[in-house]
């Protein structure tokens, strides 16, 4: 499964916040979903059952992360944010379809390269929690900061 869904959303939102331009922001997000991956974090999940027990709830608080974060977001800054989320979510756009259809949209070399550089175990729940506080907390004070961001 890789990282929490919400986590890379929140990632994302930070990323737009500071990126501040939709362009850059969705760039970074692609790439920060990536980076995220190669982190140790939650996992393995032993089983099909086991996984849809924990990601269609966090489907479910990612999108809710996505819409609160995006009413919350001054509108001249939104566009980045939104593109940050989106490029921070893209490439787990292939869970759905692999659960439920049996094969990804994405080309094999992306979906070989996603999986081997998943660092994952289970116990790390913990992990998931902080990142996604630490992640909620960091886009917050840079959406209240009124100073430029990075790009």
């Known amino acids: 499964m890789g990282v929490l869904l919400t986590n890379?959303?929140?990632?994302?939102?930070?990323?737009?916040?500071?990126?501040?331009?939709?362009?850059?922001?969705?760039?970074?997000?692609?790439?920060?979903?990536?980076?995220?991956?190669?982190?140790?974090?939650?996992?393995?999940?032993?089983?099909?059952?086991?996984f849809l027990q924990v990601a269609v709830p966090d489907g479910l608080i990612a999108l809710a992360a996505m819409g609160t974060v995006a009413a919350l977001t001054p509108g001249a800054r939104r566009p980045a944010v939104l593109a940050g989320m989106m490029g921070a979510a893209l490439p787990d756009l292939d869970k759905p379809p692999k659960a439920f259809l049996g094969r990804s949209p994405w080309p094999g070399v992306v979906d070989r390269f996603h999986n081997r550089i998943q660092r994952e175990a289970s116990g790390r729940a913990h992990v998931e929690l902080l990142a996604a506080t630490a992640f909620a907390a960091a886009t917050y004070a840079a959406l209240r900061s009124p100073k430029p961001g990075l790009a």
């Open 8 to 50: 890379h959303v929140l990632s994302g939102a930070l990323i737009g916040a500071l990126a501040r331009r939709p362009a850059p922001a969705f760039a970074a997000g692609v790439a920060s979903h990536f980076v995220l991956d190669a982190l140790p974090h939650w996992g393995d999940w032993g089983s099909h059952r086991r």
